[in-house]
């Protein structure tokens, strides 16, 4: 399967292994770098290809788990080491010290459902936990919304790709489609909980 990177996913998936398809997880779900992973296809695919043999789905679903709330915690550590000290900087045209502030606002108010609606949302997802961390959001709290959110997409992703595998036969050739699918219709509850935030606001 070729995503619309041309990358064959599933021969990236069954070369790198489990280790790889942990580590990938790990870096999108809170290291700078990780947002040019496909993590949403990755994890749909990986259930697609245990469905056919190819990985054992409860192994998967705990690497997949165990690496989306580590890699999220990393994040989350990244941003309370570091953020403060660079908004501690004179303010800049880049960097102003209100802009915490209102970070932090942000996540006393709406860092849980964030956190939670950021997993599905590409590139998001890897910088919503390093803001929570600027934001100095309790990490007990962080924690809970991390575990959570970590286990609705990185669990559930695998299952659908592995429950469709199962039970539609032929399922293989329609699943760029299916990842595309995925990728927009997860990304409407973030979209529209945006909306309503700024209409709130305005009012």
Request: net charge positive.
């Amino acid at each position: 399967m070729e995503f619309l990177t041309g990358i064959n996913l599933a021969a990236l998936i069954e070369t790198v292994g489990y280790a790889g398809l942990f580590g990938i997880i790990f870096a999108e779900s809170g290291l700078l770098f990780g947002f040019i992973f496909p993590g949403d296809s990755l994890l749909f695919t990986a259930g697609f290809l245990a469905s056919q043999g190819f990985g054992n789905i409860i192994t998967l679903a705990a690497l997949g788990f165990i690496a989306a709330v580590l890699g999220d915690s990393a994040g989350y550590a990244f941003g309370k080491k570091f953020g403060p000290k660079i908004f501690r900087r004179e303010d800049s045209w880049f960097f102003h010290r209100a802009h915490l502030e209102r970070t932090k606002r942000f996540y006393e108010e709406h860092g849980g459902t964030t956190l939670i609606l950021a997993r599905f949302m590409p590139v998001i997802r890897t910088f919503a936990p390093i803001f929570a961390g600027v934001g100095n959001m309790p990490y007990s709290l962080f924690l809970c919304y991390n575990i959570a959110g970590g286990f609705l997409w990185a669990v559930g992703l695998l299952l659908l790709g592995y429950t469709l595998g199962r039970v539609i036969p032929g399922i293989d050739r329609y699943l760029i489609p299916l990842v595309i699918l995925i990728i927009v219709v997860s990304s409407v509850p973030p979209l529209l909980h945006f909306l309503k935030e700024r209409r709130r606001q305005r009012t």
